[in-house]
């Protein structure tokens, strides 16, 4: 059964649209603040999540591309303003659909499962080429965008996420600062080399033991940085 989050402060509308959404099959749980809400879908897996934009805590905006940045899931962002969807297109947040207040309870339950089955067939039609790189109880899933270490699943950011991935699939080759950020950032990008090293130590503490003895990504001291196979 697919599980929706409805973020929403106004309770009449989220009652409402959790009544339909449920009466057409779907698991739907509540939160009422932008905040909170950005902490359970830290903690849960949803299929998919409806987001107000005027919310306390947090406002939509916000919330919508915090978990863009964690997580591939539809997003439909619910607003009473005209104007609101424009920012929404400009601010490039990466919600999958908009839709605007009132709506039908009906057009809300179709646009659900429209983004609910694309995104499933999205992931079905990855399922089949699946890729996993394991290196000494380190597992990355490619397809999934998930790392796990010993058995225990680490959250990674998507920088954090391709960097960790690119030393991976290139062992034991040493890389420059300047050769990591090129190939994992955009050039568009703000930004310095700087944020390599960043990157470098936030993936460390997820994945080492001992940070200050790493097993996995070594410093090779005035170069770069080189994945031990
Ligand atoms: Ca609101």
Redesign the pocket.
Same mark, same amino acid.
């Given at each position: 059964m697919s599980k929706i989050l409805i973020v /929403? @402060? /106004?309770e009449s509308i989220a009652e409402l649209e959790k009544d339909y959404l449920e009466l057409s099959g779907f698991e739907v749980e509540i939160e009422n603040r932008g905040d909170t809400g950005l902490e359970r879908v830290m903690k849960e897996d949803f299929d998919l999540y409806i987001l @107000?934009?005027?919310?306390p805590g947090m406002d939509g905006f916000e919330l919508c591309k915090k978990i863009r940045q964690e997580k591939n899931t539809p997003i439909l962002m619910v607003s009473a303003k005209k104007d609101d969807i424009d920012k929404i297109h400009g601010l490039g947040l990466g919600a999958d659909d908009y839709i605007t207040k009132p709506f039908s309870p009906s057009e809300l339950v179709a646009r659900v499962k429209a983004h609910l089955s694309r995104y499933e067939r999205l992931i079905g039609s990855n399922a089949q080429q699946n890729e996993v790189i394991e290196i000494r109880g380190l597992k990355i899933d490619k397809t999934a965008r998930r790392v796990f270490i010993h058995g225990e699943e680490k959250k990674f950011t998507t920088k954090e996420f391709d960097l960790l991935t690119f030393l991976a699939q290139n062992p034991n080759r040493v890389f420059t600062k300047e050769e990591l950020f090129s190939n994992i950032w955009d050039m568009e990008s703000i930004g310095d080399i700087a944020t390599v090293t960043v990157h470098i130590k936030k993936i460390r503490e997820k994945i080492e033991t001992d940070t200050s003895k790493p097993q996995y990504i070594e410093t090779i001291w005035g170069v770069g940085y080189r994945f031990k196979m």
């Open positions: /929403e @402060d /106004e @107000d934009l005027m919310l």
